[in-house]
């Protein structure tokens, strides 16, 4: 587990989800250009019908999106932001985010394999296995900051381990939470249509995912250039 991260193919894997990321939000504003004719106000007043029970709303379905793997909860974050605001968006996305990863953990610690069997894939129910052989403190981080690996195989994967649910749960809610605010920053940027602060978020965005393969790049190298004088002396 502590090589997770100098095993080329978790890189390249780190890579891709990073642009699965990226993709996914351009297309939902590409989709919101071309088929979306709402305006913000229409939006707000759509979801004031609702009342009180807007916020609620999304975040029960947000996390029932969790217990039923793989359905996609990527394009979430970015609609709440673009309904609700960013800092409600956000509030109300990882308020979800611990609700859904709650029930997953424990409906994976207490009922088990049979009952996960039900509510997913058989390649979901693979997946989950093995990232249950392998999850610890250090790769839940990981996979919480960069959400290569669906939020929902993770917290079934961990109700499998004998990981306490306490760090589970801190480790979840905080180390989802830089992806989240920029998700929130970009799906208010789709909204209100400003294109300057929908390119910085992308860019941001970018980098978040590639700041640890470019650290993960200068710590080889330093390591190469440590071992090669050592080697030369002998």
Same mark, same amino acid.
């Given at each position: 587990?502590?090589?997770?991260?100098?095993?080329?193919?978790?890189?390249?894997?780190?890579? $891709?989800?990073?642009?699965?990321?990226?993709? *996914?939000? %351009?297309?939902?504003?590409?989709?919101?250009?071309?088929?979306?004719?709402?305006?913000? &106000?229409?939006?707000?007043?759509?979801?004031?019908?609702?009342? /009180?029970?807007?916020?609620?709303?999304?975040?029960?379905?947000?996390?029932?999106?969790?217990?039923?793997?793989?359905?996609?909860?990527?394009?979430?974050?970015?609609?709440?932001?673009?309904?609700?605001?960013?800092?409600?968006?956000?509030?109300?996305?990882?308020?979800?985010?611990?609700?859904?990863?709650? *029930?997953?953990?424990?409906?994976?610690?207490?009922?088990?394999?049979? #009952?996960? =069997?039900?509510? #997913?894939?058989? !390649?979901?129910?693979?997946?989950?296995?093995? $990232?249950?052989? =392998?999850?610890?403190? !250090?790769?839940?981080?990981?996979?919480? $900051?960069?959400? *290569?690996?669906?939020? @929902?195989?993770?917290?079934?994967?961990?109700?499998?381990?004998?990981? =306490?649910?306490?760090?589970?749960? /801190?480790?979840? %809610?905080?180390?989802?939470?830089?992806?989240?605010?920029?998700?929130? %920053?970009?799906? @208010?940027?789709?909204?209100?249509?400003?294109?300057?602060?929908?390119?910085?978020?992308?860019?941001? *965005?970018? $980098?978040?995912? &590639?700041?640890? /393969?470019?650290?993960?790049?200068? !710590?080889?190298? !330093? =390591?190469?250039?440590?071992?090669?004088?050592?080697?030369?002396?002998?």
């Amino acid at each position: 587990m502590q090589n997770w991260f100098t095993d080329r193919r978790r890189i390249v894997l780190l890579l $891709l989800g990073g642009v699965a990321v990226i993709a *996914i939000l %351009v297309g939902a504003y590409l989709a919101y250009e071309r088929w979306f004719p709402w305006e913000q &106000a229409e939006i707000e007043e759509w979801i004031d019908g609702f009342g /009180v029970w807007g916020p609620i709303v999304y975040i029960v379905v947000f996390a029932l999106s969790m217990l039923f793997a793989p359905l996609p909860t990527a394009p979430m974050p970015l609609i709440a932001a673009a309904v609700f605001g960013p800092a409600l968006g956000f509030l109300y996305t990882i308020s979800a985010t611990a609700i859904g990863s709650t *029930i997953c953990f424990w409906v994976a610690r207490r009922l088990g394999r049979p #009952t996960l =069997r039900k509510v #997913t894939s058989q !390649r979901a129910l693979d997946k989950i296995d093995e $990232l249950g052989e =392998r999850l610890g403190i !250090r790769l839940l981080i990981v996979l919480r $900051l960069f959400p *290569i690996a669906g939020v @929902d195989y993770v917290s079934y994967a961990a109700g499998l381990t004998q990981m =306490r649910f306490a760090s589970y749960i /801190v480790i979840s %809610v905080l180390a989802s939470s830089p992806i989240l605010i920029l998700a929130a %920053v970009l799906g @208010d940027a789709v909204l209100e249509r400003n294109r300057e602060i929908l390119v910085g978020a992308l860019i941001a *965005i970018v $980098l978040f995912f &590639a700041a640890p /393969v470019v650290w993960v790049w200068w !710590r080889q190298r !330093r =390591r190469r250039g440590q071992a090669e004088p050592a080697s030369s002396e002998r």
